[in-house]
T-cell receptor, first 114, second 110 residues
Framework: EPEVTQTPSHQVTQMGQEVILRCVPI?????FYWYRQILGQKVEFLVS????????KSEIFDDQFSVERPDGSNFTLKIRSTKLEDSAMYFC????????????FGDGTRLSIL | SQQGEEDPQALSIQEGENATMNCSYK?????LQWYRQNSGRGLVHLIL?????REKHSGRLRVTLDTSKKSSSLLITASRAADTASYFC??????????FGTGTRLQVFP
């Protein structure tokens, strides 16, 4: 069964550094998402992406964050200048459509900011 | 309570028993989805129920939805040790985002 794959599985970065998290969504999916889960807390929506542009973003997704689909397969989340509070598990998801279609999640990237 | 609150927060049962988890939400929804998360892993989609549906089955899973009470339940029948995980409801209000609940940690003892 097709899967969403994320790399790396664990990223350790110094505060203030830039980090790029990578995702390969399921190939025939058209909608892409990033969520994050701070340890012990809820999964929180960050951003959705469709047709090469952001379709919705949360308050968390400020100017430090950006997303890109640089080619036909990868979907990236960039954090420009990381803060300690960015430490979390970041999940990429994709769906074939929106509405009545489930979102399929990757295994996540654990981001640790030192 | 916030959108997507599950109860109980934790549930421990023996193999073979049924497990029931409940979810409440506040706003109107397009559909409601249940996900499972094994420790340190991603979210696995279990079942989606539309707002105009009242009950749905998938294998050992049974989901109900009561839009008048803004609540849903997930029943896992004949539980197995492999069902040990956290279970989350997530609501879709016809925007692009899913709003997740706080989750129920299920422990199934062999």
């Amino acid at each position: 069964e097709p899967e969403v794959t994320q790399t790396p599985s664990h990223q350790v970065t110094q505060m203030g550094q830039e980090v790029i998290l990578r995702c390969v969504p399921i190939s025939n999916h058209l909608y892409f998402y990033w969520y994050r889960q701070i340890l012990g807390q809820k999964v929180e929506f960050l951003v959705s992406f469709y047709n090469n542009e952001i379709s919705e973003k949360s308050e968390i997704f400020d100017d430090q964050f950006s997303v890109e689909r640089p080619d036909g397969s990868n979907f990236t989340l960039k954090i420009r200048s990381t803060k300690l509070e960015d430490s979390a598990m970041y999940f990429c998801a994709s769906s074939r459509d929106r509405g009545y279609q489930p979102q399929h999640f990757g295994d996540g990237t654990r981001l640790s900011i030192l | 309570s916030q959108q997507g609150e599950e109860d109980p927060q934790a549930l421990s049962i023996q193999e073979g028993e049924n497990a029931t988890m409940n979810c409440s939400y506040k706003t109107s929804i397009n559909n409601l989805q249940w996900y499972r998360q094994n420790s340190g892993r991603g979210l696995v989609h279990l079942i989606l129920i539309r707002s105009n549906e009242r009950e749905k089955h998938s294998g050992r899973l049974r989901v109900t939805l009561d839009t008048s009470k803004k609540s849903s339940s997930l029943l896992i029948t004949a539980s197995r040790a492999a069902d040990t995980a956290s279970y989350f409801c997530a609501t879709d209000d016809d925007t692009d985002k899913l709003i997740f609940g706080t989750g129920t940690r299920l422990q199934v003892f062999p």
